[in-house]
């Protein structure tokens, strides 16, 4: 669940919340700056949003479990696994331009995984740009290495813990990298400074910055919305402008019908066991208890329940996940976490940050942190997975004038339907964070 959990402030509430740096691990933190415009939207051209296919390669230090050996038992109030060991895979998404270095990532002792996405982009100067950095394993910097480059900086756009526990061993595997990372970074349940983590003299990216050393190549824009609850959900929006590709964290996704390559097989049989969230999320019905069979079916079960599991934290029916899988994979949307604890919260915010996103970068794919990438996807592919906040501002598509943005919002609406049986927890959490003060329950800036 640690992709679903770490993209809402509520999430680090309950799930994102740092613990310690003790084992090799950072911690977790938010933040952010921006300058609120009012622009009207570009005509955009219509296109299906599509999980790019790429070639996993790893390093030679696969044959051997010490190449993949990181030991991490932090996060508050759930660790985050694996807790000894990791794989890395490596995919080219941009040919000589841009690299995907992936790993699993789990939520505490559960059987329930997802990936988690270190993006490498290859500057002018001959150097790497490392954004969002996982698990520095000998496999992955040895990865890393392969490159044949220097990495000059390492980058985190968010606050968020599964994110940032990783920025300070990574960094000091290259000691001279600097280190840029998202504005009004803090931490849950106590306020630690970056130091506490791991993370010494960084500098804060700030939105819009045209003096960054990678601002004519990379650019960038910040979202902060401290109305949120507890703590500001930050996060920070790239555009490489050569390959016009968009990196995100967790502010979309794009679910695969398969499994990532990167989530072992052990992982995805033990999801596909009938344990106990399976029968208590099977609508009365005869839970078989026999042993699970490695085959692609029982491995396909595994990780759609993964999905749910992940995206609606309680989904209705673990029993029979595929109708519910279907409709939330092969089309980019917003987590229902994020739109539900986040979005919904400060949805002029959002706007805003959208609209500045697509209104100034023509891009074609688009990489996030989880799930799969690259997606190819455009502007109006990009608006239209934020459909839902035309009804929380009082919009209507009709009252706009190009025909692209009719169909963006129409395509917005449905990639912005979630079955409601499977929002009932998620939306019972909500109301209980705002009953506790966790979140606000606000829109449009204002208190409902």
């Not at 920025?167 to 290259?174: A, D, I, L, N």
């Not at 906040?389 to 598509?397: A, F, I, N, V």
Request: aromatic share 10%.
């Amino acid at each position: 669940m640690a992709a679903a959990i770490a993209s809402s402030s509520a999430k680090s509430t309950i799930l994102q919340n740092p613990s310690s740096n003790f084992f090799g691990g950072s911690f977790k933190s938010h933040c952010l700056q921006q300058k609120p415009r009012n622009k009207s939207r570009d005509s955009l051209r219509l296109v299906v949003a599509s999980a790019n296919p790429t070639t996993a390669t790893t390093s030679s230090s696969n044959s051997s479990d010490g190449g993949r050996f990181y030991f991490n038992f932090t996060g508050f109030p759930f660790p985050l696994g694996p807790f000894l060991n990791r794989r890395t895979t490596r995919t080219e998404a941009v040919k000589g331009s841009i690299w995907l270095f992936e790993q699993e990532q789990a939520l505490g002792f559960s059987s329930v995984s997802t990936n988690i996405r270190m993006t490498v982009i290859k500057l002018k100067s001959g150097g790497l740009w490392i954004h969002a950095p996982i698990a520095p394993t000998k496999e992955c910097i040895q990865l890393v290495k392969e490159l044949g480059a220097p990495v000059e900086y390492i980058v985190l756009p968010t606050f968020a813990y599964e994110h940032k526990i990783f920025v300070g061993p990574f960094s000091r595997k290259f000691p001279r990298a600097q280190v840029w990372v998202a504005p009004r970074q803090w931490s849950w349940p106590l306020n630690l400074p970056l130091e506490f983590f791991g993370i010494f003299r960084s500098k804060t990216l700030k939105d819009e910055d045209l003096s960054t050393p990678w601002a004519d190549e990379i650019e960038q824009k910040v979202l902060s919305s401290p109305e949120v609850g507890i703590g500001p959900y930050v996060e920070v929006a790239f555009y490489h402008k050569r390959s016009r590709t968009l990196l995100v964290t967790d502010a979309v996704i794009f679910v695969p019908r398969q499994p990532p390559e990167c989530i072992s097989k052990d992982s995805l049989l033990a999801s596909a066991k009938n344990g106990l969230a399976v029968k208590i999320l099977s609508k009365g019905k005869e839970v078989p208890s026999e042993p699970v069979v490695d085959n692609k079916m029982n491995r396909q079960k595994g990780w759609e329940r993964m999905v749910l599991q992940i995206l609606f934290l309680g989904p209705s029916n673990l029993l029979e996940p595929n109708a519910s899988f279907a409709q939330m994979s092969q089309k980019l949307i917003v987590s229902p976490i994020v739109k539900t604890l986040v979005f919904s919260k400060v949805p002029e915010k959002v706007r805003d940050w959208i609209d500045r996103i697509t209104r100034d970068w023509r891009f074609k794919r688009i990489i996030p942190a989880h799930f799969a990438a690259p997606v190819n996807a455009n502007r109006s592919t990009f608006l239209a997975a934020f459909g839902f906040l035309d009804d929380l501002l009082g919009e209507h598509y009709a009252t706009r004038p190009k025909l692209s943005l009719l169909f963006a919002s129409l395509m917005g609406k449905a990639a912005s339907y979630f079955p409601p049986d499977d929002m009932k927890t998620l939306s019972s959490l909500d109301q209980l964070l705002v009953s506790v003060g966790a979140v606000k329950k606000t829109v449009s800036g204002r208190r409902r």
